[in-house]
T-cell receptor, first 113, second 112 residues
Framework: KAGVTQTPRYLIKTRGQQVTLSCSPI?????VSWYQQTPGQGLQFLFE???????NKGNFPGRFSGRQFSNSRSEMNVSTLELGDSALYLC????????????FGPGTRLTVL | AQSVTQLGSHVSVSEGALVLLRCNYS??????LFWYVQYPNQGLQLLLK??????LVKGINGFEAEFKKSETSFHLTKPSAHMSDAAEYFC??????????FGIGTKLQVIP
């Protein structure tokens, strides 16, 4: 069974631009969560989607948004990029909302110049 | 609110020595607890999880962790460190169906 895939793996943008990251969960998994990982803050929860609905949300500004499609694939969007948005963005899938095990993708490394 | 504290952002051990990575949590209800490992340029991989069954949990790669409610701890151990264990380790807590909260991470260095 294929694992969680994230595209692209690396991305370079400039301040003010917007970016869209994609995540394909493991087949059969319906819940997708997004995390931001930085050296100083560690792993911070962005949001969780289940059945195309946002179920949980972390403490991030409205510039960070996401969606989930009927096939459980998910995208996250960051608008008006800031230097501080440079991070590794990780996607994790699980069978259902609140499932006790998450499977992580390799992440997308975003660099904002 | 749930939280996780990992004591020691960097831990160094000699190859063959005991590995002990500390994790303390706070949670208002009996939690689910996890340890994940992250190798460079990769995502997180689940090492083991505690979900209110046995308090001593065995995971992959020879790691295990013991849930101690009285100490609110879930420390990760391995009797003998291997060079391939060098990675970053994350402790996490979850009160389903709430979000998972991760610790800041502990980088393990294994000295030959």
């Amino acid at each position: 069974k294929a694992g969680v895939t994230q595209t692209p793996r690396y991305l370079i943008k400039t301040r003010g631009q917007q970016v869209t990251l994609s995540c394909s969960p493991i087949s059969g998994h319906r819940s997708v969560s997004w995390y931001q990982q930085t050296p100083g803050q560690g792993l911070q929860f962005l949001f969780e989607y289940f059945s195309e609905t946002q179920r949980n949300k972390g403490n991030f500004p409205g510039r960070f948004s996401g969606r989930q499609f009927s096939n459980s694939r998910s995208e996250m969007n960051v608008s008006t990029l800031e230097l501080g948005d440079s991070a590794l963005y990780l996607c994790a899938s699980s069978l259902s909302q609140g499932s006790d095990e998450q499977f992580f993708g390799p992440g997308t490394r975003l660099t904002v110049l | 609110a749930q939280s996780v504290t990992q004591l020691g952002s960097h831990v160094s051990v000699s190859e063959g020595a005991l590995v002990l990575l500390r994790c303390n949590y706070s949670s208002s209800v009996p939690p689910y607890l996890f340890w994940y490992v992250q190798y460079p340029n990769q995502g997180l991989q689940l090492l083991l999880k505690y979900t209110s069954a046995a308090t001593l949990v065995k995971g992959i790669n020879g790691f295990e962790a013991e849930f101690k409610k009285s100490e609110t701890s879930f420390h990760l151990t391995k009797p003998s460190a291997h060079m391939s264990d060098a990675a970053e380790y994350f402790c996490a807590v979850s009160d389903p169906p709430q979000k998972v909260t991760f610790g800041i991470g502990t980088k393990l260095q294994v000295i030959p």
